[in-house]
């Protein structure tokens, strides 16, 4: 049971001098992930930690976790690592997931304590797809415009869009900071989650949720390309064009004239030449 597990993990952790972080560190609390499949998994972190390494730990348990991956390593193998000190979150991608790859922490240094991390738990499914997802975790939007996720999904409750750190919005509209959700549930096992007038501060992590799992999904919204540079391209490409157009007429004429000339002047030479030998 994770509510279990994770009261043991305090209790643990407590009586060995650590300290969870639990409001310091924030990321999922379960994904499910087809064998062979890649996941990234977004950790969020208090400003404090900006400065400060960060790793992914696998195991059950905090105190006997091994890492896994570090930023100040360079990632390899399986396991990859990114810190974005800016928004403040980690990632960490899980590639060629196993069925071994279950229980992991987001865990931050700390030099002078006990290291600040929270755990999440991965559900590998074999042989079929897996009990939530979606078809890209990341997904690009413009300012102004929207954008659509289609979360699939094998399991039951409730369906949710989270931001991951922040609110939730449930079946119907609402809102998150202010930028419009609507979630559809008229498609049997999917929900699909539109984001309408996107503003640059919806970049960020979310997640579809239903049940008791839950799906990252990375919105960037980005400015959309200007019209008057679409307009000058435009411009440019069709005066190419009908400069390309004039060049390949005139010298169509030319060959033309030429043809003619010449054809004038050979016929020309018959004639005298005939006149010569009478």
Known sequence: DMALHLSISLLLTGLTGQSLGVYSVTTVTRVS???????????????????????????????????????????????????????????????????????????VEINEGSDDGTYFQVSVTRGKKQTLYVDHQEVTGFIGGQTTIKCYYQNSGQAKWCRVGGPCVTPSQGSINGTTV??????????????????????????????????????????KPSTSKFCLLSGVVMTVIISLSLF??????????????????KSWLITVKANFIK
């Open 248 to 265: 390949i007429v005139m010298v169509c004429l030319s060959s033309l004239i030429w043809f003619c000339i010449k054809r004038q002047s």
């Open 182 to 223: 609507f979630i559809n549930e008229t498609l049997p096992r999917v929900f699909t989650v539109t984001m309408s007038g996107l503003k640059m501060e919806d970049s960020g992590w979310y997640w579809c949720s239903r049940g008791d799992l839950q799906m990252p999904v990375q919105i960037i919204v980005r400015e």
């Open 33 to 107: 992930v087809k064998a062979g499949d890649s996941v990234s998994i977004p950790c969020l972190y208090h400003p404090k930690y900006t400065s400060h390494v960060k790793y992914l730990c696998q195991g059950y348990s905090f105190i006997s976790c091994s890492c896994a991956v570090k930023t100040n390593q360079q990632s390899s193998g399986r396991f990859l690592i990114s810190d974005d000190r800016e928004k403040k979150v980690f990632t960490v991608t899980i590639k060629d997931v196993r069925e071994g790859d279950t229980d992991f922490w987001c865990v």
